[in-house]
Nanobody, 116 residues
Framework: QVQLVESGGGLVQAGGSLRLSCAASGRTFSNYAMGWFRQAPEKEREFVAS????????YYTDSVKGRFTISRDNAKNTVYLQMNSLKPEDTAVYYC?????????WGQGTQVTVSS
């Protein structure tokens, strides 16, 4: 069992940056590919980015390519999402999870609000 806690969200102006962190408990964290997901108000939760268990393979949804970078530190059981050049449409609650996501691993998420 892995428990995930997201942090690092906040209010930022368009063009700004934030770095999200996802701290995982459980000794099997490094066995999993991990992902970041987001859910904007009145919208479905969507995939943002993923990273392989070793960190060598990453995927991004088209809307964040070139702006967001996912990384992980297995020694710290933490996954990161560096978000640059933020846009108002990036406003959402951001979650991490295994990739593909597991229903019972969703945490509380962290709110990101980008003002125009």
């Amino acid at each position: 069992q892995v428990q995930l806690v997201e942090s690092g969200g906040g209010l930022v102006q368009a063009g700004g940056s934030l770095r999200l962190s996802c701290a995982a408990s459980g000794r099997t964290f490094s066995n999993y590919a991990m992902g970041w997901f987001r859910q904007a108000p009145e919208k479905e939760r969507e995939f943002v980015a993923s990273i392989s268990w070793g960190g060598g393979i990453t995927y991004y949804t088209d809307s964040v390519k070139g702006r967001f970078t996912i990384s992980r530190d297995n020694a710290k059981n933490t996954v990161y999402l560096q978000m640059n050049s933020l846009k108002p449409e990036d406003t959402a609650v951001y979650y991490c999870n295994k990739q593909p996501p597991a229903t019972n691993y969703w945490g509380q998420g962290t709110q990101v609000t980008v003002s125009s």
